[in-house]
Each structure stands twice: as structure tokens, then as C-alpha cells.
């Protein structure tokens, strides 16, 4: 038997499930970067959202799926490992490998 749905709350998005606030983390809105996979073209994308545990791209690349690790190379040429968590409609969430400090935060201008 089906729950009536009245009894959850789904109004919005999901409840936060973030481990940090982005406001801990000195980041412009929106940051230039290139994402890179094995065997596929680099591609342009916008970094935002970023914590020290991953952030949000938003692209053209079509071949990010879940589960697919990437590198995301910064302004200042730094490269990040990533694991994709989630994509869709041109947008994507990547978990870092290793969390960052927030220093590294500051090449993301």
C-alpha cells in the first residue's frame, strides 16, 4: 500500500544535507574552470556552490554521469580530482577526492 503523500513534507527542494555552510568558504559566485576526463575532450565549465567538500558545475559536457571521476582545472591551473555525485540538465554536483582547505578557495577568482 502507497503512504498518502500528506504525510511528508516535500515542499521545495530536499532537506540541506550539506556537512558545511558555504558561507565558510571565500568563493566568487560564479568561477571559470575546465573539466577534463579520460578520453574525452576538456570542456569549459562555471564552478558554484563550492565547500571544502565539492561543488556545482554547471556545462555542456554531456558525457558527466554519475560515478565518473574528472579533474576540474581552476584559473590558477591548479587540477582537483572529483567524483560526479549527481548531473542533469547541464548542471552537475562533484565530491572532491580529498576535502580542500579553504585557502585553495582563492584560486577559484
Known amino acids: 500500500m502507497n503512504a498518502p503523500l500528506r504525510q511528508f513534507d516535500f515542499i521545495g527542494a530536499e532537506p540541506e544535507r550539506r556537512r558545511k555552510s558555504r558561507a565558510d568558504c571565500p568563493v566568487p559566485p560564479r568561477a571559470s574552470a575546465m573539466l577534463t576526463m579520460a578520453a574525452k575532450a576538456p570542456c569549459p565549465a562555471h564552478v558554484s556552490d563550492v565547500s571544502i567538500h565539492g561543488c556545482c558545475v554547471e556545462t555542456a559536457a554531456e558525457w558527466l554521469r554519475p560515478g565518473r571521476f574528472v579533474a576540474i582545472t581552476l ?8 567524483i560526479v555525485r549527481w548531473s542533469g540538465n547541464g548542471l552537475a554536483g562533484l565530491e572532491w577526492l580529498r576535502p580542500i582547505d579553504t585557502g585553495s578557495l582563492a584560486s577559484l577568482d
Open 75 to 82: 584559473a590558477d591551473g591548479a587540477a582537483l580530482e572529483s
